[in-house]
Structure formats: structure tokens, C-alpha cells
């Protein structure tokens, strides 16, 4: 065969509480199960020859039956291998939920500690990957897989954290181990954004959740052919959800309608926006909120908004600071500069600085 084609996803974290998302939690684990169906449906579209899940297709051990139920529909509906490693979420311990699956006889294949390589000998292709057996765990995901030199194409599944200076992540493992694995690919999950690990001639990835999970990247499947020059990957675009912050600056606004205008242009009903207010307000400008993000939800799946943003300091509590004080000193000094401005807009720009000097020196925290 002159080359073959897999499908990587991993993440999926079927059944997970979305309690973050207050009312709207149950249907977006509805959404879940809605993109599970669809990357099934490109599976099937794109003929893929292998189908790879590289840990926590499920958020517990412990979902619902009829989630159980629907992942089995699912898988069954392809006639091609499917590989699936339990990750830190759906480990492989005694109550895990893989021990509840029905695929006895069919060409789903599940990792355990007896089971770390599966040969597909009509793709002359060697799947590899080790079960996560508990949540946590200072043992590489790779430790212990090593290449089969009877099969032209070598792939793992690994389920952990790259190693970082500083950090103590669970499964821990690194380029190097990657580069030495000698595959073809390694299909990586664990960590929620899709991100390139490739090392020497080993192309290794993590395809990040196919739809959204909490803040931060979500939303791809990874499309993989492996041939004579080795692995190219597309990313595919499969979830419906998507996420994003906007920083309001709210100095020269006038009104709390100015600020939830400039919030509605990004308004999509598929979004989850997250909202910081900064800067220098007016003092008559009052902002609720709780109340401004209430107000929003309509144009929104989700919205959250946080006031970071300051008061301006009065004229008469600039002037009022002693000069024995460093904060006296300070505006003594800035009042000094603007005195100075060469023009308008020079003058604004230290009318301003003065007052988040202010502030900063009171201890307030002024968000920019």
C-alpha cells in the first residue's frame, strides 16, 4: 500500500458537567455528542483507513449508559480499526468504562497493560500505545513501546503532558523520547489545543478537544497520511462551539450603552465570550456587571464579564496627597509634565498616566 490515512482525535471528554456554563451546560454535552456523531461522519467521508483515540473520550468513568450506548453506535458504524487508549480521565482502573464497552469480536481495539501493540497486516501498519491505568502518573506514555521492524508504518498513541522546565506534569515525556520512538506518528492527547511535539523524522501532535471544552482553543481533528516521505497532517475543524476574551478598555467612554454596543459586534450565537473591562472610567460611570453580562446573553451562547477597571481620581484627591509622601512627590511631578505638554494629545497622555500612577501607588489594580 502506497500510503494510508488515519484520523486522530482525542479529548472528547464525553459528558462532562459544563457547570462553568451555568444553564447553558447541558446543551453544550449535548454538543458533544452532536460533534462525536460528525467526526464519525468525516471518518466515513474521507475513507480513512485507521481510526485513532488518544485518551479521555469520556470525562469519567462513570457516564451515562446512554452515552456508553451512543459511543458503541458510533464506532460500529466504521468498518475500519479504531484504536482506543484510555487516558487520565477514563483510565483503565477496575471501574473503568471500558470494561463496560460490547465490542467483543468487532474491530475495535482497546489498550491495556497485556496489550500494547495491535498489527493491522493488510496496512502492513503497527499500532502501538500504553493504557493510563491510573489518573496520575510519573511514567512517560511512551516508556516501553518500541517500533516493529516487520511493519512498514509504526504509530503510537500517547496520552500525557510534555515535559516542561519547572513544571510537574502527570505522564510526562519529551521530544527526545518522541525523536527516539522511531514512528511514523505519535498521536498525542491530554493537552487541549492542537500543538506540533514532532522530533527527528517522527511527526507527533496533539489534536486538542474537538469542540469546546473551557476557555481556550478547541475545535480540530487531525487528518493524517503516512507514505513514502512520511507523515503530512490537516487539521479539520469540527466543532460547532468556539471561544474568545476581548479587553474593553473603558477610558472616554460615556456610557454603560457605548460599552455594551462595542461588546455586540462580536455577537454569535455559537461564541462563549469572556469580557474584561480596564482602564480609567469616569466617575459617573457606573457599571453592573453581572447585570451588563444578563444584558448580552442573548447574543451569545455564554458571556462573562469582569470589571477590572478604575475610577478616575478626582482633581481635588490629586492635589490633596503630601508632598512628603511618594505619592505626593509623584504627582507633583506628573502635574509638573502636563504643565509642559507641547499638545493636546501629549497632555492627555500624561493626564492619564498620572492617574494610573495614582492608582497603582493606592495598591489598585489597573488592568490594561
Not at 47 to 61: E, I, K, P, Q
Amino acid at each position: 500500500m502506497a500510503s494510508i490515512r488515519l484520523l486522530h482525535i482525542a479529548d472528547v471528554h464525553l459528558d462532562a458537567p459544563f457547570r462553568w456554563l451555568g444553564d447553558r451546560g447541558k446543551e453544550q454535552r449535548g454538543q458533544l455528542k452532536e460533534t462525536f456523531r460528525g467526526i464519525i461522519d468525516l471518518a466515513l467521508e474521507e475513507r480513512v483507513d485507521v481510526f485513532l483515540v488518544a485518551g479521555d473520550l469520556f470525562d469519567s468513568n462513570s457516564p451515562s449508559q446512554g452515552t456508553i450506548d451512543l459511543v458503541q453506535t458510533q464506532l460500529r458504524r466504521l468498518d475500519t480499526p479504531v484504536f482506543l487508549l484510555p487516558g487520565t480521565h477514563d483510565c483503565l482502573d477496575d471501574s473503568s468504562v471500558y470494561r463496560k464497552l460490547n465490542i467483543a469480536g468487532s474491530n475495535i481495539h482497546i489498550f491495556d497493560p497485556s496489550q500494547t501493540s495491535f498489527e493491522v497486516n493488510d496496512l502492513d501498519l503497527t499500532v502501538h500505545g500504553r493504557a493510563n491505568v491510573t489518573r496520575t502518573s510519573w511514567r512517560s506514555p511512551l516508556d516501553g513501546l518500541s517500533k516493529s521492524a516487520a511493519a512498514r508504518f509504526n504509530v503510537a498513541l500517547a496520552h500525557g503532558s510534555m515535559a516542561m522546565p519547572g513544571t510537574e506534569d502527570d505522564f510526562p515525556l519529551t521530544r527526545g523520547e518522541i525523536g527516539a520512538s522511531g514512528m511514523d506518528y505519535v498521536a498525542l492527547g491530554h493537552w487541549h489545543s492542537c500543538q506540533e511535539y514532532s522530533a527527528a523524522a517522527t511527526k507527533a501532535f496533539y489534536s486538542g478537544p474537538p469542540e469546546l471544552l473551557a476557555e481556550g482553543q478547541s475545535g480540530c481533528a487531525l487528518l493524517v497520511e503516512l507514505g513514502q516521505d512520511g507523515a503530512t497532517v490537516e487539521r479539520r475543524y469540527v466543532g460547532r462551539r468556539s471561544y474568545t476574551s476581548l479587553d474593553v478598555a473603558l477610558d472616554g467612554m460615556r456610557s454603560v450603552e457605548e460599552i455594551r454596543e462595542r461588546i455586540k459586534r462580536l455577537g454569535d450565537e455559537n461564541l462563549v465570550l469572556s469580557v474584561t473591562l480596564s482602564g480609567l472610567r469616569s466617575l459617573d460611570l457606573v457599571v453592573d456587571a453581572a447585570e451588563l453580562a444578563r444584558e448580552l446573553s442573548e447574543y451569545f451562547f455564554h458571556v462573562k464579564v469582569q470589571d477590572r477597571s478604575q475610577a478616575l481620581v478626582s482633581p481635588e484627591d490629586i492635589t490633596g496627597f503630601s508632598e512628603k509622601l511618594v505619592i505626593g512627590q509623584f504627582v507633583r511631578r506628573m502635574m509638573a509634565l502636563i504643565d509642559q505638554a507641547a499638545t493636546p494629545e501629549d497632555r492627555r497622555i500624561r493626564e492619564n498616566a498620572l492617574q494610573i500612577g495614582v492608582a497603582l501607588l493606592q495598591g489598585r489594580d489597573v488592568l490594561r
